[in-house]
Nanobody, 123 residues
Framework: QVRLVESGGGLVQAGGSLRLSCQVS????????VGWFRQTPGKEREFVAG???????DYADSVNGRFTASRDNNRNTVDLQMNSLKPEDTAVYYC?????????????????WGRGTQVTVTS
């Protein structure tokens, strides 16, 4: 059974940093793309960052230059380093994996999700 478990969320002041981690188990995951998405109450889940099986990354404009995604194939993890956090980054953050090697922005191609981790940024 494929499982994704997010960790690392918390409460931080604006300008601070957090590092999220997505632990993947149950499959040979390093051939798949992994994406980070976030969601706030009443809104749709939105793309934040994606990393393909080769480690190539893509970022939403709102986080580009502040967030960095990376993957460690030995530890089966995909991390999201978040710097210069803003109150508008407050959301539940989810990691998901695709059935292919890429990590596109379309949420429909993600087939497995974690339960999410809360990030709260205060002003």
């Amino acid at each position: 059974q494929v499982r994704l478990v997010e960790s690392g969320g918390g409460l931080v002041q604006a300008g601070g940093s957090l590092r999220l981690s997505c632990q993947v188990s149950g499959l040979t995951w390093n051939i798949y793309g992994v994406g980070w998405f976030r969601q706030t109450p009443g809104k749709e889940r939105e793309f934040v960052a994606g990393i393909n099986y080769e480690g190539e990354t893509d970022y939403a404009d709102s986080v580009n230059g502040r967030f960095t995604a990376s993957r460690d194939n030995n530890r089966n993890t995909v991390d999201l380093q978040m710097n210069s956090l803003k109150p508008e980054d407050t959301a539940v953050y989810y990691c998901g994996r695709t059935q292919g090697s890429r990590a596109p922005r379309q949420i429909s191609v993600y087939v497995t999700w974690g339960r999410g981790t809360q990030v709260t940024v205060t002003s």
